[in-house]
Every structure is written in C-alpha cells, then in structure tokens.
C-alpha cells in the first residue's frame, strides 16, 4: 500500500520520533509499505517519520553501495568515518538537494525485523542515508538537512511563523 510522504514544514518531522518497543506483524507490514512507497517515489531511503508514524524505523535499498533492501529498526550511528560534502536530497523536499557533510562510512546497530540486534558497516550514499534518517529519528528532523547559505532554515523559519510555531 502506498503511503503519503510529509512535506518539509510537517511538525512530526522534527518531533523526536519513538523508540519501536518490539518488531510485531504491524511494523513489518508498515516496513513493506514504506519499501513500496520509496520504490513508487524512486527514493533510496525513507523514514517512518516521513509517513506520519513518529517511530525509529528506516527503510533503505541502495545496491550501488553493497546495502540491498534493509529495514532498520531503532537505528543507532556507533562509528563514523572522515567527514566530507556531498549532494544530498529528500522525499520531504521533493526537488530539492543541497551539499551537506556527511561521513563517507558508519557503523549502525539496528533490529532487523527477525528482532535480531545487527551491526552493519555501509559507505556512500547508504552512509548518507541512514545519518539523515539518525538525525530525524533524534528529533532533528529533516529540517536539519544542511543547505547552502542555510537556505532550508529560513524556509523551516517561515513555514514555523506561518503555523504559529515561532
């Protein structure tokens, strides 16, 4: 089933997301759907935040890099790798990238859906993907995407006046 993706100004995008307590039938069956919507979307990556559910669940399918199709289940960056600026975009900023720094290699520990606890070295745009989503899952939400000349926090400014949050 495909699902809705949030728009950048969304407030669960910057809420601190929940912890996933155990991996039942409902989080594989939200995990599946949020696979599809990336596929529909052409997206490498997509956080449950992304669809409305404020939980740490991220789906990500980026075989160029040796990362196939993962679910991570309350994902957590334990290493990180030399730091360095590269393009990146978002399924909540439809049409939008910008050059952040972001560590070319992480080690994150996740649940997969097994409810098995796994590390897991990735590199490249997989690294890329899974610090976005840690961001958003911590509570910095994809309104911490770094932008030139920090152009993202002024829209985030501007949509937060225009719905009584600043």
Same mark, same amino acid.
Do not use: W
């Given at each position: ?12 995008? #910057? ?8 991996? &039942?039938?409902?989080? #594989? ?5 949020? *696979?599809? &919507? ?14 409305? !559910? ?13 990362? +196939?199709? &993962? ?8 290493? #990180?790798?030399? /730091?360095?600026?590269?393009?990146? +975009?978002? *399924? ?18 996740? /649940?997969? *859906? ?9 590199? +490249? ?14 509570? #910095?939400? !994809? ?9 993202? =926090?002024?829209? =985030? +400014? ?6 009584? *949050?600043?």
């Amino acid at each position: 089933m495909l699902l809705d993706i949030l728009l950048f100004g969304d407030a669960i995008l #910057r809420k601190k997301a929940d912890e996933v307590p155990a991996v &039942t039938a409902a989080v #594989r069956d939200l995990a599946a759907n949020m *696979l599809e &919507t990336m596929y529909y979307h052409d997206g490498l990556g997509l956080a449950a935040p992304q669809v409305g !559910v404020s939980l740490r669940l991220f789906v990500m399918d980026v075989p160029r890099d040796g990362c +196939g199709k &993962t679910v991570l289940v309350n994902p957590v960056i334990r290493e #990180r790798g030399e /730091t360095g600026a590269v393009e990146e +975009g978002c *399924l909540s900023f439809p049409g939008i990238a910008g050059a952040v720094a972001r560590a070319a290699e992480v080690v994150v520990e996740f /649940t997969d *859906l097994s409810g098995k606890r796994v590390s897991k070295g990735v590199k +490249g745009v997989a690294a890329q993907a899974v610090q976005l989503v840690h961001g958003l899952a911590r509570g #910095r939400g !994809v309104a911490a995407l770094p932008a030139p000349q920090g152009a993202l =926090q002024v829209v =985030q +400014g501007l949509v937060d006046r225009a719905h009584g *949050l600043a």
